[in-house]
């Protein structure tokens, strides 16, 4: 069983990266050109890109206003997708506490 998850991921990460080819060369094709970020959220988990794109039309969103909008999702595995977020750079906790928020980085100051 082991062997097959293994394989199965194998084959996820390829799917991904033929389709990340496919949609620079598309864009190449029609004259646009990708940029860094562009480049960098299609490689992104999608829940990920989706807490992103969230962040982007909502700055300083509070962990329980991304949580209401990932019902289904437990709130451990946000909190490791934000984390994640952070480390790639594409977002910012602004504050420590529990009413700490979240923004895109390049987003509204």
Avoid: C
Wanted: no cysteine.
């Amino acid at each position: 069983m082991n062997n097959d998850k293994k394989l199965a991921k194998e084959e996820r990460l390829f799917r991904e990266e033929m389709w990340l080819r496919s949609a620079v060369s598309s864009a190449a094709i029609e004259g646009n050109t990708l940029t860094v970020l562009e480049y960098k959220l299609l490689t992104l988990p999608t829940r990920r890109r989706e807490i992103y794109n969230l962040m982007e039309k909502h700055p300083y969103s509070s962990f329980d206003y991304i949580s209401k909008k990932f019902p289904k999702v437990n709130p451990k595995t946000l909190h490791y997708d934000l984390k994640k977020l952070q480390e790639k750079g594409f977002v910012v906790k602004v504050g420590e506490t529990r009413g700490a928020t979240y923004r895109t980085k390049n987003g509204k100051t």
